[in-house]
């Protein structure tokens, strides 16, 4: 295959497939500087691997493995930044809103808690959320479909006590 086609395959895959970009950055940063730094962090990571994708497995799961590893290393970096800059006080915003205005007091909780997680809980809940089969998620993520679906019972039950009546979030 010539480097024009194989470039412009990447072109067009990575167009089709901009949402999972979008998603994983908005999942693992806060500001929109940083989430548009990742985007393009990982697109150039998906530009950079695309000629060792062998098709073994759909592309949207190949990009999100690469997508959220990209992201779990730019999260830590991005910590460890802000902290050093900001201190434990630092507001962050919240993603973006929709065009139906700010969030919900329960989103603006389910996002502290998402936010909450370590980095493979956090990816687990993303794939989650976005429909993803357990043995997808697992594929994804590296890991057995049956310890997805036990991380997800134990989110789910941490979830259901941290919005119990009467839990503080």
Known sequence: MSSTTEHDQCLALLDAH?????????TYCQRAEDRNDLIQEMSLQVWRSY?????????????YRIAL??????HRQ?????HLLYGDDHLRDLPATT?????????QAL????????????????LYLD????????????????????KISRIKE????????????
């Open 18 to 26: 901009k949402g999972i970009l979008h998603k994983v950055a908005n």
């Open 51 to 63: 000629p060792r994708f062998d098709g073994r497995c759909k592309f949207s799961t190949w990009m």
């Open 69 to 74: 590893n990209v992201a779990i290393s730019f």
């Open 78 to 82: 991005e910590s460890a930044h802000h």
């Open 99 to 107: 065009d139906a205005g700010p969030p919900s007091d329960e989103i």
């Open 111 to 126: 996002h502290r808690f998402i936010e909450g997680l370590d980095n493979l809980n956090k990816a687990l809940v993303l």
């Open 131 to 150: 429909d993803h089969s357990h043995a997808e998620i697992a594929e994804i993520l590296g890991i057995s479909a049956t310890n997805v679906a036990t």
């Open 158 to 169: 941490r979830l259901r006590q941290g919005f119990a009546p009467g839990a503080t979030t």
